[in-house]
């Protein structure tokens, strides 16, 4: 592809050198469609990077879009704050209908902000005010978001660094895998918490990401998360899934955990829970725990009923059956036979992934920065993940096509090809 050099004097001058994606991404983007993007001088590319997840039903989705234009055509509310509006009851009544009921979870549903650490931040508020205590125990790698407590359960050293202050009240412990196997999982965990004289403090909660994505796509064994909610069990924990970017279909079924088999005691949602890239997040939580006073943890901007319209046209589409599941198992093995065939012929690599999130590390983690950059200039978004960004991270949309998959994923080839 041949690209113009961009006039990007507005972001260099105007915006805070906090700007982080349009580095990787040197052009301007003026419409999207589907699983592609272009830019202001007409230039395409497909789009593995969705959102960092919250496009999963790809951009500008048509029945979507329809229906927040017959939304706002009749001057239906836009800002609610928490009032009780038309749209959050059909939003309510659908999530409780389609996805709860038919999974047998028995949550209350909160509207806690409208993003993903907003979430967060009330799933960690509610344990700590649950159960009276304050530690909660995160894993390596992890990643909550950008605010400070959810950087208190991250792992990123560059992120958490951001804080400018302590971060305290968490414990670390290893992901599974993280020892290679050498240690039985859990040995250290529950070890600390049995001896009085560890030094830790029982905790209110532990919060884990199924499979880590900006941690570089760590997944984590069934069984593993069935022993960490036994743990949990044991030991009077709170058990809290962060499916902010692996829920709504990303690994296959609406919730990241539902393989697994267990049923966590409060579940964090965002980026496609609206399906149109709108603000919204949802904390997910047993009965029993909401003990909640009115008022006692809101928002200016939690009441966003212009997604509550479509991420209810996202569920009557995409989970009223099981077709879209199926199809992302399908379009799982294509990219897995893709990623096979990468890291046989380089040495050192691997892949990992489920679903619709994989990722392909590189033995020198430069490598995964330098395929990133040639993917675009062959037209292609992708980012990268890790503790030192050596994962090409793929996040398509859920509704890709067949043959946009398959030219992006060859673009990932030949990207990786030509930069080793």
Known sequence: MTLTQPDLRAFTTLESEA???CRSWPTVFDRA??????????????????????????HNNAVLKRALLDYLERDGVTHGLDM?????RAFLELFQNTILGPRQLPYKVMFPGPTGTNAVESALKLARKVTGRETVV?????????SLGSLAVTGNAFKRAGAGVPLVHTTTMPFDNYLNGTTPDFLWFE???????????????????????????????????????ELCRRQDMLLIVDDI?????????????????????????????????????????????????????????????PAFVTAAAALGTYWADDELERQTAVHALTIEAVLRDIVARHSGSAYR???????????????????????????????????????????????ITTDDLDDGLHIVQRAVDETA
């Not at 964090?268 to 009115?294: A, H, N």
Request: net charge negative; glycine share 14%; hydrophobic share 35%.
């Open 245 to 305: 970017q692996m829920g709504c279909g990303r690994t296959g079924a609406f919730f990241s955990f539902e393989e697994s088999g267990i049923t966590p005691d409060i579940v964090t949602v965002s980026k496609s829970i609206s399906g149109y890239g709108l603000p919204m997040s949802l904390c997910l939580f047993r009965p029993e725990l909401d003990v909640w006073e009115p008022g006692e943890h809101n928002g200016t901007f939690r009441g966003n009923n």
């Open 191 to 229: 070890r600390l918490l049995e001896d009085h004289g560890s030094g830790m403090d029982q905790p209110a909660a532990v919060i884990v990401e199924t499979v880590q994505g900006e941690g570089g796509i760590n997944v984590a064994r069934s069984q593993w998360l069935r022993a960490l909610a």
């Open 19 to 21: 700007r982080s994606y």
């Open 138 to 146: 995160s894993f390596t790698n992890g990643f909550h978001g950008m």
């Open 353 to 399: 992934g489920r679903g619709m999130a994989w990722g392909l590390e590189l033995d020198d983690h430069r490598h995964a920065g330098r395929a990133a950059r040639r993917a675009f200039e062959h037209g292609l978004l992708v980012e990268t993940a890790g503790a030192r960004g050596e994962v090409v991270k793929l996040l398509p949309p859920l509704t």
């Open 33 to 58: 469609q589907g699983s592609r993007m272009y830019d202001e001088d007409g230039h395409e590319y497909l789009d593995f990077f969705a959102g960092a997840g919250a496009l999963n039903y790809g």
């Open 84 to 88: 009780s509006t038309m749209a959050k």
